[in-house]
């Protein structure tokens, strides 16, 4: 259900704080950059990245989605962006060079921001992701709910397969006919569902309850990171590489 990997990596070891910051100033670099081959230098130090974290084990899981993002990409971004003089116009769609340059960066741009998010939960547990949050300033009831979406989130993708699986083996049949015909078969399933997902919000709220959440102010940690110099290295350096390239 999970997708963090506990490998003794040194992506691993980073500071949850450090791991937060450099995501956020990942993405800023790659919305800064607009030419494709910027972007694809950007792309392979991401995949650098990847095999720096032992991350290749959860790429391969959506590279499905990796490589229908880049078609999609540069198939629509090249016939829709209106840039440059087009070589090829039919109707509303057309080609040139700029375009097909627009959609190829866009594309590498979408699977770079993927790519660094898949990166960062396979290396980061959501226990030091609560705590990188708080470590940054945010309060404790807002790290807690944004960690508890991490949590929930694979637990009721998990419980939807069991309902499903339930249902296929009470004769349920999901699987004949076209898409349009399968559809319409999946809304029963949507009671149980909703049913699982009340009772299991309510559980949780009375669990919370009655360990007393929200009743002290004053927090202790389990966990304990130290921010060394290799992490400032990190943040110094992305810092500075996002400077230059919003000033250029």
């Known amino acids: 259900m999970f997708l963090y990997l506990p490998y003794d990596t040194v992506l691993h070891r980073i500071h949850p704080a450090t791991k937060i910051v450099g995501l956020f100033l990942m993405l800023v670099m790659t ?13 392979t130090g991401v995949l650098t990245l990847t095999a720096t974290g032992r991350a290749f084990r959860n790429i391969r899981r959506i590279l499905p989605l990796v490589i229908t993002v880049m078609l999609f990409s540069c198939i629509t971004w090249s016939l829709f962006k209106r840039v440059g003089d087009p070589f090829w116009t039919a109707g509303p769609l057309t080609l040139s060079r700029e375009s097909i ?61 069991i309902i499903v699986q339930a249902q296929q083996s009470r004769g349920l049949d999901l699987k004949s006919g076209n898409l349009v015909q399968r559809i319409p078969k999946y809304i029963p399933l949507l ?55 919003w000033m250029a």
Not at 33 to 43: D, N, P, S
Not at 191 to 206: G, Q, S
Not at 210 to 228: I, Q
Request: charged letters at 15%.
């Open 191 to 245: 009671v149980p569902i909703f049913v699982y997902a009340i009772r299991d919000t309510d559980l949780l709220a009375m669990a919370l309850e009655s360990k007393g959440f929200g009743f002290r102010t004053a927090r202790t940690e389990y966990l304990r990171f130290v921010f060394g110099w290799s992490d400032g290295l990190i943040i110094g350096m992305l810092i500075t590489i996002n400077t230059v390239i």
């Open 101 to 161: 340059e627009f959609g190829v960066a866009m594309a590498f741009r979408l699977n770079t921001m993927l790519l660094s998010g898949m990166i960062f939960v396979t290396c980061t547990r959501v226990e030091e992701f609560s705590y990188g949050l708080r470590a940054l300033g945010l309060p404790f009831p807002v790290s807690f709910a944004l960690s508890l979406a991490f949590r929930l989130v694979p637990l009721f993708f998990s419980r939807i397969g």
């Open 31 to 43: 919305v800064a950059l607009t030419e494709a081959w910027q972007q694809l230098i950007v792309l």
